[in-house]
């Protein structure tokens, strides 16, 4: 019966909010050691302590991958630096089987002053490898990390993409039996991301155990074959990967809820005052007046303005939408081929989407009112939120309708034929 390079039993750790206090622990904590006594306060929080990580346990097979995931805080660099050795858990068991590789924090460790090749051996000897065996792999290090002629320059002037290459290249080069992962596979740049992957794809075949921490749900999806979601260090979710990834998006979607309201505060003008917005709604394709819509359906943003002196020329509507990641549409009236006109004294702006295929939980609006001639801006309101109601397991910031098919080519087919 095949062995779990990596068995994790029940461990728990604790820290200090104080430092003073931390520091005292550690030493009411060292002294019940050599003595032979539990420490920490026989499992119980003492003052100003917290559980970064609590009960956790779980198993990682042979060529298996396991996903950490979890808000940030939650316990999972924590959790990496008790798997590694570099901090002791409070309590529980671990056992690692073989050679460990950590990626903990790429390129950290490595002496500044050293040269690369230098911290090459210095960070294999680390990993249990002889000088003998260092030298049977130094071509291969270099290869991999494609510093060329820097690799004898000291790592102080290096590039964070090259320190990041230079750590890669010593993890995966020391073969391996488990390997930890802490946000590696979004660094440097495609053609070395390619090579990293391919390197832990041939590790994986070899039987190499991996533990990935990653923030982006689509790479857990892809490589995890189960997620250990953690929650302010306790497990939330230990299982079948996408169950786990829908979990923890669900919980962000409830967290972003709580703070839903209070988001824009209509009473402040930022800008002239030349023209202000005083409220904003959505209606989907019927009309009615909505705060969410299914990804991919009609929405008319509308924007109730007063304007408070008489403009020289129409002025322009600018509109920003923003995901957690980042802008996803930019477009003014102006742009769109559209002019305001002579606006009323008050009135409603509408901005209407034929469709918004947004595969993300909630989407921020944000609208400026612009001098056509200078950019002056009048006013300019952030935050307007609409929510998004995704459907079935597609990742990504929008979401497409697609269709998968596979044809053989025309000259395979003709070759077929009988002559």
């Known amino acids: 019966m095949t062995e779990p390079l990596v068995k994790v039993d029940g461990i728990s750790k604790k820290f200090c909010r104080n430092l003073k206090r931390s520091l005292w622990y550690g030493v009411k904590d060292l002294g019940n050691e050599l003595v032979g006594r539990r420490h920490g306060g026989n499992g119980k929080l003492r003052r ?3 559980w970064a990580v609590k009960d956790v346990q779980f198993e990682v097979m042979p060529g298996e991958c396991i996903g950490l995931i979890g808000h940030n805080g939650a316990g999972k660099t924590t959790l990496l630096r008790m798997l590694n050795g570099l901090i002791k858990p409070d309590s529980g068991r671990i056992e690692m089987r073989g050679r460990v590789g950590a990626l903990i924090a790429l390129g950290a460790g490595f002496n500044p002053v050293l040269t690369g090749r230098e911290n090459i051996y210095i960070s294999a000897a ?3 490898l002889t000088k003998k065996q260092t030298d049977a792999k130094i071509d291969d290090i270099v290869e991999f990390a494609e510093l060329g002629e820097f690799i004898d320059a000291p790592v102080q002037s290096y590039s964070s993409g090259m320190a990041v290459r230079l750590g890669f290249a010593v993890a995966v080069n020391t073969e391996p039996d488990i390997l930890l992962l ?3 596979l979004a660094v440097g740049d495609m053609a070395f991301q390619t090579k990293c992957l391919n390197a832990i794809a041939e590790f994986r075949r070899r039987g190499t155990a991996f533990i990935l921490v990653s923030h ?4 857990i999806s892809r490589y995890a074959d189960q997620v250990l979601y953690l929650e302010k260090g306790h497990i939330a979710h230990i299982g079948d990967s996408l169950q786990g990834v829908e979990r923890y998006l669900a919980d962000m979607h409830q967290a972003d809820r709580g703070v839903e309201s209070g988001l824009t505060d209509w009473s402040l003008v ?4 030349k023209v202000v917005f005083t409220r904003a709604r959505f209606r989907n394709a019927s009309g009615d007046q909505v705060t969410a819509i299914e ?8 924007i109730d303005y007063e304007r408070y002196v008489e403009l020289d020329e129409p002025p322009v509507l600018d509109v920003g939408i923003r995901d957690r990641e980042g802008i996803v549409y930019q477009g003014t009236s102006e742009s769109g081929g559209m002019s305001l006109g002579k606006l009323s004294r008050k009135g409603c702006f509408r901005v209407n989407f034929e469709e918004l295929p947004l595969n993300s939980d909630y989407v921020d609006f944000a609208f400026a009112a612009l001098d056509r001639s200078t ?3 009048m006013d300019w309101k952030r935050h307007v939120r609409l929510w998004i109601n995704r459907r079935g397991a597609q990742l990504g910031r929008i979401r497409l309708h697609v269709t ?4 053989a080519s025309e000259v395979e087919l003709s070759s077929e034929q009988p002559s």
């Open 295 to 302: 990804t991919g359906e009609p929405v008319t943003l509308e």
């Open 182 to 184: 802490d946000e590696v």
């Open 48 to 50: 100003d302590e917290f």
């Open 270 to 273: 930022h800008g002239s005052g």
């Open 126 to 128: 680390v990993h249990g």
């Open 404 to 407: 998968w098919s596979v044809h």
């Open 216 to 219: 982006n749900m689509h790479s």
């Open 375 to 377: 950019n002056e801006v």
